[in-house]
T-cell receptor, first 113, second 110 residues
Framework: DGGITQSPKYLFRKEGQNVTLSCEQN?????MYWYRQDPGQGLRLIYY???????QKGDIAEGYSVSREKKESFPLTVTSAQKNPTAFYLC????????????FGPGTRLTVT | GQSLEQPSEVTAVEGAIVQINCTYQ??????LSWYQQHDGGAPTFLSY????GLEETGRFSSFLSRSDSYGYLLLQELQMKDSASYFC???????????FGTGTLLAVQP
């Protein structure tokens, strides 16, 4: 079955530590996205990638970094520079950049104390 | 700037019809999407309107008026499993990315 996976489901870290969230898709989609969701809020775009080895900042990129070395993979690193990293992180993919139909992974709930 | 407004909460009973409204303000506009998200889960795509009018997909319909910068999601024959958050999302703006509203929490009561 094709889909998009994120791991782990729950992640706990201490302040000052970098942490990398995994996102993998086997849908053969070109575009991939990272969103952050806070309680009672909508989704805010962190980074997006249209093709391999290319990515762009979204609305709230500060304190985050990404890579896109393979079409299937788009990992997100939450660095110690992110002031308020505790949130629900969602990865999504789409057939092409700008597509209105995005497929989401199950999310990673990150708690930093 | 870019903004989307939708009600924070809506309550309805099983079998009823409910309408969730969304008004938007963006510098560019290509279309309006709707996503459903159950508590703690992944958002799933429901519908998309690029042109004015009503799009129907089973029990769900979505409407768009570009001149009014307004759309709505209509859910008919409500079921308990429809209890979820519903997000409108605009495809537009300077970067042609999806911009999400803050979501409407729908509670379906027996």
């Amino acid at each position: 079955d094709g889909g998009i996976t994120q791991s782990p489901k729950y992640l706990f870290r201490k302040e000052g530590q970098n942490v990398t969230l995994s996102c993998e898709q086997n849908l053969n989609h070109d575009a991939m996205y990272w969103y952050r969701q806070d309680p009672g809020q909508g989704l805010r775009l962190i980074y997006y990638s249209q093709i391999v080895n290319d990515f762009q900042k979204g609305d709230i990129a500060e304190g985050y970094s990404v890579s896109r070395e393979k079409k299937e993979s788009f990992p997100l690193t939450v660095t110690s520079a992110q002031k308020n990293p505790t949130a629900f992180y969602l990865c999504a993919s789409a057939k092409r950049e700008g597509s209105y139909e995005q497929y989401f992974g199950p999310g990673t709930r990150l708690t930093v104390t | 700037g870019q903004s989307l407004e939708q009600p924070s909460e809506v309550t309805a009973v099983e079998g009823a019809i409910v309408q969730i409204n969304c008004t938007y303000q963006t510098s560019g506009f290509y279309g309006l999407s709707w996503y459903q998200q159950h508590d703690g889960g992944a958002p799933t795509f429901l519908s998309y309107n690029a042109l004015d009018g009503l799009e129907e997909t089973g029990r769900f319909s979505s409407f768009l008026s570009r001149s009014d910068s307004y759309g709505y999601l209509l859910l008919q024959e409500l079921q308990m499993k429809d209890s979820a958050s519903y997000f409108c999302a605009v495809e537009g703006g300077a970067t042609n990315k999806l911009i999400f509203g803050t979501g409407t929490l729908l509670a379906v009561q027996p």
